[in-house]
């Protein structure tokens, strides 16, 4: 499943059924379920703004819908095409924190970065520069890869993307990379002073999980915490004040 975090600390999370639900991180509340009428398969993004009661999810037979977790009411922002179409599919979203953007991460090498305007509907599309930053080149593929995981500052104005082995920090208006981290994470997030979360393992310890905060500005990790694990961490999520995380951890849950 997906997961993440709403800005009253409700979690959120997504599964092969196709539904949304959401439910309470700890006690009381009852579990609502927004119906989306489509299955999922294992690809798929959910991503939730920070300041603002929106979702997005990506399914590759329903294509990429909006959802307004006040009401349970959802509006698809880009049609798929009714079937598992991974090629004409974004392969990562992130919502902005006030919920009035989405930014996808196309489904090609060339790096293109599409901005849906989630009022209008109106698509805009980037091309990114995405040669290889030394040291995060692979053998087997001398092109970079497409934007398999993107994530948005709070600011708007940063984004972090997983290139090969590494994690990239760019400026979205300059285009300039701002910093790299040499290691292939499971999920990334940005906190709310822009710093970014990582769960992560490290090689050699397939066992263990370990949830970082990188402050990319400063180029060293503040929180460094083990966290046991019997499968890979496919996703995490947290609340808009960085307070609570919520990770899913395969056959472990959430």
């Excluded at 997005?56 to 349970?72: H, P």
């Excluded at 500052?153 to 990239?168: E, H, I, K, W, Y």
């Amino acid at each position: 499943a997906a997961v993440a975090v709403t800005s009253t600390g409700w979690i959120l999370s997504a599964d092969v059924s196709g539904d949304v639900k959401l439910w309470p991180s700890i006690g009381g509340g009852a579990t609502r379920v927004l119906r989306s009428s489509f299955a999922m398969d294992n690809r798929w993004q959910l991503s939730v703004s920070a300041d603002g009661p929106t979702a997005a999810t990506i399914q590759l037979d329903a294509g990429v819908m909006l959802w307004r977790l006040a009401d349970s009411s959802r509006v698809v922002l880009r049609p798929g095409s009714g079937r598992l179409d991974l090629a004409h599919l974004p392969r990562s979203l992130a919502v902005s924190a006030d919920g009035r953007r989405v930014l996808l991460g196309e489904y090609d090498d060339s790096g293109t970065l599409s901005t849906i305007d989630a009022e209008s509907r109106d698509l805009t599309q980037v091309a990114m520069n995405l040669k290889s930053e030394p040291g995060c080149e692979t053998s087997a593929k001398p092109h970079p890869d497409p934007l398999f995981a993107i994530a948005l500052s709070p600011d708007g104005r940063t984004l972090a993307f997983q290139q090969s082995n590494c994690l990239v920090v760019r400026d979205l208006a300059s285009d300039k990379t701002l910093a790299v981290l040499r290691e292939h994470p499971d999920d990334f997030a940005f906190r709310p002073d822009g710093s970014v979360l990582i769960a992560s393992y490290p090689k050699g310890r397939p066992d263990e999980t370990r949830i970082r905060i990188w402050d990319w500005r400063a180029d060293r990790m503040r929180v460094d915490i083990p966290y046991p694990r019997r499968s890979a961490s496919w996703n995490l999520g947290q609340s808009a004040d960085g307070r609570r995380i919520a990770m899913w951890a395969g056959r472990g849950g959430v």
